[in-house]
């Protein structure tokens, strides 16, 4: 990646109109980011220590925990770190990489989400055919796949992002560093980048989005044909802890990069719902409609001593 800035470090400014409120916004997002580590850990313990969950389905939700322990790492220590007190201060690697680090978890989770629809259409819609279809080898194949294509997409922005020229000033206002905040901090025209990144982060998503929406279509007809009751309250119970994470995946997504016309302050505010309280709430998502990883969590939480044995 060519460099050919002036620039050695840039200054986070943080969240727009937040002075004075960095105690407040310290404990806040500690917690948030405590509870998100500890949530993440104890699905990842739970499948792990029953082997009743070592299914394609929870092998995929560990990928996911996995992405959501490190997507708010990216910004949250650093965050952290200014709030309490300390600089603000990131050099321009440490730029580069949370910019890359960032994209390459979102884009691996995009495409995750993707991954885990598949395997709801084809374990609803052909049971019978659904080990043979998801095998250990095409889950490790899938699962590598998202990794892959999310680092080229990374790659790609990264590159795009900075190639430019930063020259001047170096104040980014901001609580961490992403494309459309660095932009603007370039010492060169950036109307074509803007528009090849636009469509670039709007393409990807959509596309994914496209493909999920095709899987849950199939899924949804499968199960209005399902004659018991039961079993359709079973199938839709299954799917519903996956819409709903995907609904609070993409709507940070829609609302951050394909506005036209950009809000630093809700920007901040959505970026921080989607780095912080989403990676915490999927713990909650797949745990409390799934009684297995329920009954996982129970005995993992009785070993560790966090539970009492009549509990």
Known sequence: ??????????????????EDLETVLFVLFLTFYVFTLVGNLLILLAIASSARLHT????????????????????????LFYLSGYSRAISYAGCVSQLFFYHFLGCTECFLYTVMAYDRFVAICHPLRYQVIMSPRVCAILASGTSF??????????TLTFQLPYCGPNEVDYFFCDIPVMLKLACADTAAL????FISVGLMPLSCFLLIL?????????????????GQRHA?????????AILLFYMPVVLIYLRPTPSPLLDATVQVLNNLVTPM???????LRNKEVKSSLRKV??????????L
């Open 1 to 18: 990646m060519r460099n050919a800035s002036v620039v050695t470090e840039f200054i986070l400014l943080g969240i727009p109109h937040t």
């Open 56 to 79: 394609p389905m929870y092998f995929f939700l560990c990928e996911l925990s996995v992405c959501d322990i490190f997507f708010p790492s990216v910004s949250s220590p650093k965050m």
């Open 149 to 158: 294509f999310g680092c080229v997409q990374a790659t790609f922005l990264s």
């Open 194 to 197: 803007e528009m090849v990144g």
């Open 214 to 230: 095709t899987s849950y279509s199939r899924i949804v007809y499968s199960i209005l044909q399902i004659r018991s009751a039961e």
């Open 236 to 244: 839709f119970s299954t799917c519903s802890a996956h819409l709903t």
């Open 281 to 287: 709430l999927n713990p909650l998502i797949y745990s």
């Open 301 to 310: 939480l009785h070993q560790l001593g966090f539970l009492p044995e009549h």
